[in-house]
């Protein structure tokens, strides 16, 4: 393929980069100590997106988005996450809203939809559980049918941003006796319900991203389950239709290669020989991890089909690149990266390296990611 950007596209990158530089609030870049500060800014950004129809880019114009190419969307998360700007991981725009464009009612889509593309409403994703990580399909929380409500017990594991969320996007076993992959159904469930309960999970790098929630006899209208019954398997995989090119993970790490290219040149500590070779490395690695997400994203936009193969290993190198480039960091601060001084750039290694270990967990493991690889994508046997 030609990576180079055709004129359209590099206007477009142009003009994310102009949005960026000049048309963001006030301090977006900086440290924000609470939650309520982050949550306010975060909504902030979204509103700006949304008044630009970028908040949900790829989604149809008559929805609220622009009906973006999947190159275009590559350019703007590319952008979007090497600057490191807030708000733009949005879990409607990603899983909702296109199931409920495909499979949703006329009332759905009227409720739903445009308070997820204007900023109005954040959700989280109500998927794994304790029993069931990267084999989500063996998922337990139930749903009951009782008149005009399903009845909802359970527990889900490490959901994202679960604290501040307005709904939650439910996947939930409502045939238990159906095979593990079917059987389930997928709903809409405001999160200020009453039974259901957010318990924060702070990971070892002092982040709170993660929570666990419970459910107890939690009653969610009917009219909320999205799509049919017995077969949300199929909707949790609508999800992945959309722009999987690994594209975040890929500036993520070229942002972080970077500075600390920039820090070597500042003079402020010299590299041993080992250090430089290694970072050179990692700077490759950006740029083949680079190339694997234009080439997913240039398929993706010729065909319509995201390339599975290329998009589980683009998800599985950019994964363990990133927890490469957080130990060359180390190794880069050295003692001082165990220090804890607030907005150090030592400080902010350490932060990575500790969040890096999550890399090669979320989203299905490296081993669930080979195996994947091996099976659907070489066609290798199984035993």
């Not at 939650?168 to 039974?195: C, E, Q, Y």
Request: charged share 20%; glycine share 10%; hydrophobic share 40%.
């Amino acid at each position: 393929m030609d990576f180079r950007l055709t004129a359209t596209q590099a206007a477009f990158q142009r003009e994310v980069t102009t949005f960026i530089e000049r048309d963001l609030p006030a301090g977006w870049n900086e440290e924000h100590g609470s939650l309520e500060e982050r949550l306010v800014l975060e909504r902030d950004v979204m509103k700006r997106l949304a008044a630009r129809h970028w908040l949900a880019l790829p989604w149809p114009k008559e929805f609220g988005g622009l009906g973006a190419s999947p190159m275009q969307q590559m350019i703007f998360n590319e952008q979007m996450a090497y600057h490191g700007v807030p708000g733009t991981i949005n879990m409607g725009v990603a899983w909702v809203g296109p199931v409920a464009m495909l499979y949703g009612t006329a009332e759905q889509k009227s409720r739903f939809l445009s308070r997820i593309a204007d900023g109005t409403d954040l959700w989280c994703t109500l998927y794994s559980e304790p029993g069931a990580g990267s084999d989500l399909a063996a998922m337990q929380t139930r749903a009951v049918r009782d008149g005009d409500d399903y009845v909802i017990n359970g527990q889900k594991i490490w959901t994202t941003f679960g604290h501040y969320a307005d709904w939650g996007w439910l996947a939930a076993r409502t045939d238990p006796n159906a095979p593990k992959h079917k059987g389930i159904s997928t709903f809409a469930v405001k999160m200020d319900t009453p039974g259901i309960t957010v318990r924060p999970l702070v990971n070892m790098a002092g982040s709170h991203e993660f929570n666990e929630i419970f459910f107890e006899d939690v009653r969610v209208p009917a009219s909320q389950l999205i799509g049919e019954e017995n077969r949300g398997w199929y909707n949790v995989a609508v999800g992945l239709d959309f722009e999987r090119s690994s594209i975040g993970a890929t500036s993520n790490a070229r942002r972080n290669v970077d500075d600390l290219v920039a820090y070597l040149h500042h003079g402020a500590v010299r590299a041993s020989g080992a250090v430089r070779h290694r970072l050179a490395e990692n700077a490759i690695g950006v740029q083949l991890l680079r190339n694997m997400a234009y080439f997913i994203a240039s398929q993706q936009e010729k065909t319509g089909i995201a390339p599975n193969r290329e998009a589980q290993m683009a998800k599985l190198f950019g994964a363990e690149l990133q927890q490469r480039i957080a130990a060359t960091a180390l190794q880069v601060f050295g003692m001082e990266s165990q220090a804890t001084r607030a907005g150090s750039a030592a400080e902010r290694s350490q932060f990575s390296y500790l969040r890096s270990v999550a890399n090669t967990i979320e989203g299905g493991t490296s081993e669930i990611q080979r195996s994947v690889i091996a099976t659907r994508g070489l066609g290798l046997p199984r035993e």
